[in-house]
């Protein structure tokens, strides 16, 4: 998934290959710190559910079954990187299950309309990241 910033691209043009890197790692940190903060977020647990978080199912009597937690909401990072065009920056997580509980084309039925989803993410933050970019590329750089 990819959110396109937009109505700065004549001040990312005019700038070099390295100042666009320096310019433009305050707003993508800021950008992922957003994205961030929305994925590590649970749904409400639902009445009577039987799984307990970061932990696992449990049996009729409310006893753990076994293990199974790879704590998803623990487990997001953020990382940005160089790229030619200037800078790329990804929020993502290692565990197994991820794309089954919050993937847009993979999520399994009994998490859909329950959990987000990484284009509901995605699409309910794109204005707020771009006034980050405008904002901060405003101040930071006149041309």
């Known amino acids: ?21 320096q310019i433009l790692r305050k707003p993508m940190r800021r950008a992922l710190a957003i994205l961030e903060n929305q994925v590590k977020r649970y749904p409400p647990t639902r009445p009577g559910q039987r799984y307990i978080r970061g932990r696992g199912p449990t049996n009729s009597r409310g006893r753990l079954r076994r293990e199974t937690s790879e704590r998803l909401g623990q487990s997001w990072t953020t990382k940005i990187e160089g790229t030619r065009n200037g800078l790329r920056g990804e929020v993502g997580t290692n565990v197994s299950y991820a794309p089954w509980v ?10 859909r309309g329950r959990w987000f989803t ?13 006034r980050v970019f405008e904002r901060d590329l405003g101040q930071d750089r006149t041309i």
């Open 118 to 130: 990484d284009k509901s993410i995605l699409d309910d933050n794109e204005r707020d990241i771009n």
């Open 1 to 21: 998934m990819r959110i396109n910033i937009v109505g700065v691209e004549s001040t990312i043009r005019e700038l070099s290959q390295v100042e666009r890197a």
């Open 102 to 111: 919050v993937a847009d084309r993979f999520q399994a039925w009994m998490h």
